[in-house]
């Protein structure tokens, strides 16, 4: 029986024709693109060029801004995210983000992770609860370096440990995708590569997206790339190829630093 | 600003730096060669000893073009074609390096062929078979310095021409040493000059490759057409 089928990951996110406006001014043009499964996709171009626009659409953020408009599906596991029938915040517990800045609550590092699950209803008790806030610090790579520091104030955290508990609390609600918008430019190179070791672990358990300015990390850490460049998607392939023998002239400038 | 040009300048200069000097390296392996060639007819002594002198320089100049090819790589993480372009450079310069190694053995052949004073040794055909080489691997360095992977793939498959002429001499030099016994040592160091010679050729067709891959980021598909039969030969 030939089970090469089986082997192709399934489209776990699907953009088909996306389209978004800010008022008249159109972000992105007719994007379609299909995300793999337990993969680190990455999003480069550079500024303007649309994609954290196009990130903060699998997860409906571009809703927050009035003047927004998006056109198009997003599909997960081939549902429209877009559907007036999907609630999104439930939505945004299935797709989790961490962000450029770390940000923090104001509050202990255990009040951080257990914030979602607690407004989702996630544990019964105090027992699930701090099984969840356990396993989410451990699956962020942050439990040995808090585990006694569950109740000091996480903005007392640094940069790396910070960012890396917004992870752990993204994570805390048992997301299926994750979307990184550039979690890195604010830390050093050292807080840097264990976020970066850390995105590698969690690809077996969740769907990741991350938009980054640094070719070196898109180039470590996923496994196919997208350009974008005016809205509109370039180039869109394995990483590997796109860092070594891009298609598209435009690709091949950009990665090269031979456009702004 | 011009399409081919980096924002950082300074990226573009350490570039030209590495093109220049690998093109410099290829003039001074070829000239080491022709030299070589050309000595190995005249016996000139004072050609000989220069020959063998000036080696160093090639060693010294790809030593250069690793260790800039080294800082490339640290200071600007080059991609894509820029990171081919480093690449290929490392692996010419080391193959044009040793076409001067393989030009100063045929010298130090020489001296001792010299030495020997025997007349007669057929030889007809080395020096042609110097000739087509020589020509290879100016054209292929042609090549790489106008990045052209036609020319270069036309190098590739003309190597056949230099197999044929080495299985040739192979055959001829061998009757020649079982026809007199005399000749024997200088026999071996011609066959020896033959094989250098021929493995230059092959080191044309290993640039033609790099060449290929800095241009379209792959090697060849068609597997090179090869004639080299010495090793097949068991008598004359």
Redesign the interface.
Same mark, same amino acid.
Do not use: L
């Given at each position: 029986m030939d089970t090469s089928v089986d082997m192709i990951p399934e489209n776990k996110l699907k953009a088909q024709k996306v389209n978004v406006f800010y008022a008249e001014k159109q972000a992105l043009y007719d994007v379609t693109l299909g995300i793999d499964e337990k993969s680190v996709t990455s999003f480069i171009g550079p500024s303007g060029c649309g994609k954290s626009t196009f990130l903060r659409c699998f997860n409906r953020m571009n809703d927050v801004i009035p003047s927004c408009r998006v056109q198009g599906q997003i599909l997960l596991d081939d549902v429209d995210l877009n559907s007036p029938k999907i609630d999104p915040v439930l939505l945004r517990a299935r797709i989790g983000m961490v962000f450029q800045k770390p940000n923090p609550f104001p509050k202990t590092v255990y009040e951080n992770v257990a914030y979602g699950p607690r407004i989702h209803g996630l544990a019964a008790n105090r027992q699930e609860m701090d099984y969840i806030v356990e396993d989410s610090l451990k699956k962020a790579g942050l439990w040995k370096e808090v585990s006694d520091r569950l109740n000091d104030q996480a903005t007392g955290l640094s940069g790396g440990q910070q960012q890396r508990l917004c992870i752990a609390r993204a994570i805390a609600i048992g997301p299926d995708v994750l979307l990184m918008d550039e979690p890195c430019s604010a830390l050093d190179p050292i807080a840097t590569s264990i976020i970066e070791e850390l995105i590698s672990d969690l690809q077996s358990r969740f769907t990741i997206l991350i938009v980054t300015h640094s070719?070196?990390q898109a !180039?470590r850490v996923s496994q196919k790339t997208a350009y974008f460049h005016l809205g509109q998607l370039i180039e869109y392939g394995d990483t590997k190829e796109i860092?070594?023998?891009?298609q598209n002239e435009q690709t091949? !400038?950009y *990665?090269?630093?031979? *456009?702004? | 600003m011009k399409d081919n040009q980096h924002i950082v300048t300074a990226f573009d200069d350490d570039l030209s730096e590495l093109n220049i000097s690998l093109q410099n390296l290829g003039k001074m392996a070829i000239t080491q060669f022709e030299l070589s060639i050309d000595a190995l007819a005249t016996q000139h002594q004072n050609t000989l000893d220069k020959i063998i002198k000036d080696d160093v320089n090639l060693d010294d100049l790809e030593a250069a073009i690793h260790e800039k090819a080294f800082e490339i790589i640290a200071v600007r993480s080059p991609l894509a074609q820029d990171l081919r372009h480093v690449l290929v450079a490392l692996k010419i310069a080391t193959i044009l390096e040793r076409t001067g190694d393989y030009a100063r053995n045929i010298a130090n052949r020489t001296k001792v062929i010299a030495t020997a004073g025997n007349e007669n040794i057929p030889g007809v055909n080395i020096g042609r078979m110097g000739q087509v080489t020589r020509d290879m691997l100016q054209d292929v360095m042609r090549a790489y310095a106008t990045r052209d992977a036609d020319k270069a793939l036309d190098v590739w498959r003309r190597d056949i021409e230099v197999d044929h002429m080495h299985t040739a001499f192979y055959k001829e030099v061998l009757a020649s040493m079982s026809r007199d016994p005399n000749v024997v040592a200088t026999g071996a160091h011609l066959l020896f000059i033959a094989k250098n010679i021929e493995r230059i050729g092959d080191y044309a067709t290993g640039i033609a490759e790099q060449i290929y891959f800095l241009v379209h980021g792959a090697v060849p598909e068609d597997s090179r057409p090869k004639a080299d039969r010495t090793s097949r030969v068991v008598g004359v």
């Open positions: 070719m070196q !180039a860092f070594t023998r891009p091949e !400038a *990665i090269s630093g031979k *456009i702004g | -």
